[in-house]
C-alpha cells in the first residue's frame, strides 16, 4: 500500500500524559499537513511542512503541541500534558507542490485520541 | 476557524436523483477542491477548481465556481447508495499552502 499510513490508529491516554503520532507520507510527497477533526465537523489546520521545514503554524497550536519532519520524510505530531478538549481524530495529508501548481491532498486514515 | 461553510447541512435524496451542496467562503483563493469522507476511506479528493476556472466536470460531478460571489457548488449526477458521505469544500488561500475545510453536508442516498 503506497498511501499515507498513520500510527497509531487509536490512542486512548489519561490527562496529562504526553502522546507522539506518526504519519509517514507518500514516499514523493514534499507536503504534509496535520488537521484536527471532531465530530460534525471538518478538518482543522494544524501545520504544514515543505519538506523538513515547518512553514506554517495554526493559532491553536498552542504551546503543547509541536510536530517535527526531521529528514522530510515522516512526521511526527506530539501532545504534551493532553486535555480531555484534546480528544479528536488527527488526521495526516500529503502532496506533491510545485511551484506552478497546487495539488490534491492525500489522506491518513487519522489516529483516534481519546483522553480520559 | 473554518472559513467556508457548506449548504445544507444534510441532504437526503433517492437513488438516481442528484444532490447539490453548495460551498462560501470569506477570502481570496488559489483554488477550491471538494473531499468526500466515509467511515470506510477516509478523505477523499474529489475535483480541484482554480480560481480562474468557472465550471469542471469529473465523471457525474460538476463543480462550478463564481469568486464574485465566493461561492462554489458541487452537483452529483444520478446518485447512488455509494454516494453517501459526508461533503467538504477546501480552499486553498492566495499566497500560501494553508487549506482551509468547511463544514461539510452530509448526503445520505436511499436506495
Known amino acids: 500500500d503506497t498511501g499515507v499510513s498513520q500510527n497509531p490508529r487509536h490512542k486512548i491516554t489519561k490527562r496529562g500524559q504526553n502522546v507522539t503520532f506518526r504519519c509517514d507520507p507518500i514516499?514523493?510527497?514534499?507536503?504534509l499537513y496535520w488537521y484536527r477533526q471532531t465530530l460534525g465537523q471538518g478538518p482543522e489546520f494544524l501545520t504544514y511542512?515543505?519538506?523538513?521545514?515547518?512553514?506554517?503554524k495554526s493559532r491553536l497550536l498552542s504551546d503543547r503541541f509541536s510536530a517535527e519532519r526531521p529528514k522530510g520524510s515522516f512526521s511526527t505530531l506530539e501532545i504534551q500534558r493532553t486535555e480531555q478538549g484534546d480528544s479528536a481524530m488527527y488526521l495526516c495529508?500529503?502532496?506533491?507542490?510545485?511551484?506552478?501548481?497546487?495539488?490534491?491532498?492525500?489522506f491518513g486514515p487519522g489516529t483516534r485520541l481519546t483522553v480520559t | 476557524s473554518q472559513q467556508g461553510e457548506e449548504d445544507p447541512q444534510a441532504l437526503s435524496i433517492q437513488e438516481g436523483e442528484n444532490a447539490t451542496m453548495n460551498c462560501s467562503y470569506k477570502?481570496?483563493?488559489?483554488?477550491l477542491q471538494w473531499y468526500r469522507q466515509n467511515s470506510g476511506r477516509g478523505l477523499v479528493h474529489l475535483i480541484l477548481?482554480?480560481?480562474?476556472?468557472r465550471e469542471k466536470h469529473s465523471g457525474r460531478l460538476r463543480v462550478t465556481l463564481d469568486t464574485s460571489k465566493k461561492s462554489s457548488s458541487l452537483l452529483i449526477t444520478a446518485s447512488r447508495a455509494a454516494d453517501t458521505a459526508s461533503y467538504f469544500c477546501?480552499?486553498?488561500?492566495?499566497?500560501?499552502?494553508?487549506?482551509?475545510f468547511g463544514t461539510g453536508t452530509r448526503l445520505k442516498v436511499l436506495a
Open positions: 477570502t481570496s483563493i488559489n483554488n
Open positions: 477546501a480552499t486553498v488561500l492566495s499566497g500560501t499552502y494553508k487549506y482551509i
Open positions: 514516499s514523493e510527497h514534499n507536503r
Open positions: 495529508a500529503s502532496s506533491l507542490a510545485t511551484a506552478a501548481r497546487i495539488h490534491e491532498q492525500y
Open positions: 511542512f515543505q519538506n523538513e521545514a515547518q512553514l506554517e
Open positions: 477548481i482554480r480560481s480562474n476556472e
